[in-house]
């Protein structure tokens, strides 16, 4: 069975599957299309350039959160490659369970795609197969919901091998409740003499393959998490202290992973710009650090997507520590509903008790009063500036007193035959001092806990003392 790689379609996975099984070759339409599918000859011309897109969304009140909301779902259509021209908002107590939209409010949008055109309509919410299969009918124009246009992107972003297979078993996922309606020639059963057939057998062999698909993609996943884990397995031995970069989209993380380490990570001014896990050591005096960056949050993340990064979110989920970056040029309003959104994820994944610190990034944009605006509102806050360098060195002394608390204080004499000892003092630990004595070397350091414990055990051997201190 063949599938077409990840990026390679249009908004919301349109147009067809190729699967392959076998040797038989046959279209499987991946979600339902309706009318806006079938009547071919209605459809425009293609156009060059992007996309153009009808925005709509239902509100139980329009205030600065749903403004925010249907402006980053136009910049997650940008992102995916359409232009809005036009954005409908209704205020309703709930949508519409079978239409998203009213009545009256539908036949307004109806005759506006009749005068504009669009390519596709985008619906800032996540809507049920119903509601999307009624819109797509009544519209008669592809209908994408917020789901789909992450899930696009994701697609078009993912270069990895493991990347490609997450995003793929989203789609899937996302698309298995969306077949009902397919082959509507055989989609129920008859009912009456004559009329009785094979019933769903196309529907269910169609879910049959997309099951059988999802079931080879979560292996291969789970093979690319147990190699993972090794290597995760090994950073934990080292005991070197894990340090997650996690945020808002586009909030500055990879730009901050990179001033902090030279990751080299791509930077673009564009949402989920970063999806495969990146971690570089950062030194810091004597002491290193393990940084990773991760994909970004965004208010209503898609489950599929939770539920198929669990390989690459536990690299948050096992740090100890998270470092959670914000837009400092953002309104303050729409920060906190970010930090929201970003405090629900940590959450889910299982990471809301691991410890934080606050990061305001691109405080390059800020004026100096804004600044100190911000710095009164936030004051556990970390001010930084991939740009400027601002707030930098700071934040990895921070890193480095991190590490240095994973480390135990140890204040010891190594006998003058034990030179070996010493050795391995100085191997292990950080900020190392010695003193002669007349029974031997007086060392005072920093160790990391295993390597303490191997000391006080091979002295407790050499110098004929039990670890707990009494005579052998």
């Known amino acids: ?59 139980p009140r329009a205030d600065e959160d749903s403004a925010d909301s249907l402006s980053e779902m136009a910049e997650l259509l940008r992102t995916a490659g359409a232009l809005v021209q036009h954005r409908v908002v209704q205020q309703r107590p709930t949508p519409d369970q079978r239409s998203y939209l009213g009545r009256g409010k539908l036949e307004e949008v109806i005759e506006l795609v009749k005068e504009e055109r669009p390519d596709v309509v985008a619906v800032d919410g996540e809507l049920s197969p119903r509601q999307q299969r009624t819109l797509e009918d009544r519209l008669g124009v592809r209908v994408v919901d917020r789901t789909a246009v992450i899930l696009d992107i994701f697609a078009l972003h993912a270069t990895t091998a ?168 953002q309104p303050e309003h729409r920060r906190d509903a970010q930090a929201i959104a970003v405090d629900e994820v940590l959450d889910e994944i299982g990471a809301g008790s691991i410890p934080r610190i606050q990061v305001m990034n691109k405080v390059d944009l800020l004026t100096e009063s804004e600044i100190a605006a911000l710095r009164g509102r936030a004051a556990s806050a970390m001010l930084t500036s991939s740009i400027t360098g601002q707030g930098l060195e700071e934040l990895r002394d921070r890193l480095a007193d991190l590490a240095r608390a994973r480390h135990t204080p140890i ?42 414990r191997r000391l006080e055990t091979a002295l407790s051997t050499r110098l004929g003392l039990r670890t707990d201190g009494s005579a052998a």
């Open 1 to 59: 069975m063949v599938f077409p790689p990840a990026g390679t379609g249009t908004i919301g996975g349109v147009g067809k599957d190729r699967f392959v099984e076998h040797g038989k070759d046959r279209d499987l339409q991946r979600t339902y299309r309706g009318r806006a599918q079938r009547d071919e000859h209605d459809d425009p011309p293609l156009r060059q350039g992007p996309e153009r897109a009808v925005l709509i969304q239902s509100v």
């Open 162 to 329: 493991e990347g490609k297979l997450q995003v793929e078993l989203a789609q899937l996922e996302y698309s298995y409740s969306r077949q009902e309606g397919l082959w509507q020639h055989l989609e129920r059963l008859g009912g009456g003499v004559g009329t009785r057939g094979p019933g769903e057998t196309q529907l269910e062999s169609d879910r049959r393959l997309l099951r059988n698909r999802m079931g080879v993609l979560r292996r291969r996943l789970r093979d690319l998490d147990t190699s993972r884990t090794v290597m995760r397995d090994r950073r934990l031995a080292s005991g070197i202290p894990r340090v997650a970069l996690a945020g808002y989209t586009n909030a500055g993380k990879s730009s901050l992973m990179n001033a902090l380490s030279g990751a080299g990570v791509d930077v673009n001014d564009a949402l989920f710009e970063t999806l495969d896990p990146t971690t570089r050591t950062i030194a810091h005096g004597e002491y290193t650090i393990l940084l990773s960056d991760t994909v970004g949050f965004i208010r209503s993340l898609p489950h599929q997507l939770v539920e198929a990064f669990q390989s690459t979110l536990d690299e948050v989920r096992e740090a100890d520590l998270v470092l959670c970056v914000a837009d400092a040029s």
């Open 411 to 452: 204040d010891v004499v190594i006998p003058w035959a034990a030179g070996d000892l010493v050795s391995e003092i100085y191997r292990d630990g950080r900020e190392v001092h010695e003193e002669s004595t007349d029974v031997g070397l007086r060392m005072t350091a920093y160790l990391p806990v295993p390597a303490a």
